[in-house]
């Protein structure tokens, strides 16, 4: 048997939130810049109650510490071709939560061409999680993203729960690139009770430490994966648990990607207990040949960025006809430990190449 290094968590069931006894109060029910600003800068309880941002704005929100923010009614931000984020929120023990039938709605629909980040109209990502700390975000429902729906970055200790991110209207409507979570350059995150309906990674793990998914739903997109990894400013994922996680009528359903003749690293991952359903393309995928121009591969896997310490176990299910079980395309791999896996149903098959010695694996 192998010996692996325990995948360590620095991240607490339940994160404290300090709220203030003579905490200020705050409903911003119409946009304004002013009295939004004012509210931050004043209160630790803040309410957003169905305002309407401008086009071209960004709500910037560099919360008190301790204050908790909640959602309320439908939040909707105007059309105008740009960058983004839309949402941008920055704090120290910091709450994030919705009411009963909220919504936060970018209105993608206006921005989608088809095309995502690769040409047509310029798209914003929408939500992002800058620099927070020891913070929270919970029951969050949020529709139709432009682009990327949330991203965890710079941050350390966020515990994200019960969120939807809905962007099932994209599969007809022109949807493309919107990520569901992606964590980057983060550390000691949690995501559990996540579900994505969306047209491109449901959650992706580009950079980070101590990360961990649980209790998670994905449908349609591709899949849940680490990567790609490398060719950024910070390459390295280490300490990542997968685990309880459904995946249906994706193009993939677990995915490791690493960038071709890229540097970085991807160390000690462990997918479990993991459920795939009509999967489209491939069961299984291992590759270090991802080409972050293009998006696309090259055939060739380069080992700069090596993949070790990796455990797959108890992955069972369906892939479609035209599609692949297991494809494992890597360079410099070791210590994998496989066991549990029982993907069937895709009829093509492709060269694996690169598997350590002792893995347990068969393509």
């Known amino acids: 048997m192998r010996y692996f290094v325990g995948v360590v968590f620095l991240i607490l069931d339940v994160l404290a939130v300090i709220n203030p006894t003579s905490a200020a109060s705050c409903t911003i029910s119409k946009y304004s810049e002013n009295d939004i600003q004012d509210a931050v800068k004043d209160c630790t309880e803040i309410v957003l109650n169905g305002i309407s941002v401008p086009a071209g704005t960004a709500l910037n929100l560099n919360l008190n510490t301790g204050t908790k923010l909640t959602f309320q009614g439908t939040i909707t931000w105007e059309f105008y071709e740009w960058n983004g984020p839309l949402l941008n929120i920055t704090g120290e023990q910091i709450e994030i939560t919705g009411t009963s039938g909220h919504v936060l709605n970018p209105q993608g629909d206006l921005w989608w061409d088809g095309l995502g980040e690769h040409g047509g109209k310029i798209k914003p990502v929408f939500f992002i999680l800058h620099g927070m700390k020891n913070s929270v975000i919970h029951d969050i429902t949020v529709k139709n993203t432009p682009y990327h729906a949330i991203w965890i970055e710079d941050s350390d200790g966020i515990s994200a729960s019960n969120i939807v991110v809905d962007n099932k209207d994209g599969d007809t409507k022109g949807g493309h690139n919107t990520d569901g979570f992606n964590v980057w350059r983060s550390n000691a995150v949690k995501l559990s009770g996540i579900t994505v309906y969306n047209q491109d990674d449901c959650i992706a793990i580009k950079s980070g430490t101590n990360v961990q998914v649980t209790d998670t739903y994905c449908y349609g997109g591709h899949g849940l994966s680490i990567g790609s990894v490398g060719g950024r400013d910070y390459n390295i994922v280490e300490n990542v648990l997968v685990s309880d996680v459904e995946i249906e009528n994706s193009d993939n359903g677990v995915r490791i990607k690493t960038v071709y003749e890229a540097t970085g690293s991807v160390t000690n991952v462990i997918y479990e207990n993991i459920v795939l359903k009509d999967i489209k393309k491939f069961g299984i995928v291992i590759e270090g040949d991802y080409n972050i121009e293009t998006g696309g591969t090259t055939g060739v896997a380069t080992g700069g960025v090596p993949i070790t310490k990796f455990i797959l176990k108890n992955v069972t299910g369906t892939v479609k006809k035209s ?30 190449e690169g598997i350590p010695e002792g893995s347990g694996i068969s393509c």
């Open 323 to 352: 599609g692949v079980n297991i494809y494992i395309l890597v360079k410099n791999a070791a210590e994998w430990d496989w066991s549990g896996i029982n993907v069937t149903g895709g009829e093509k098959t492709k060269k694996c």
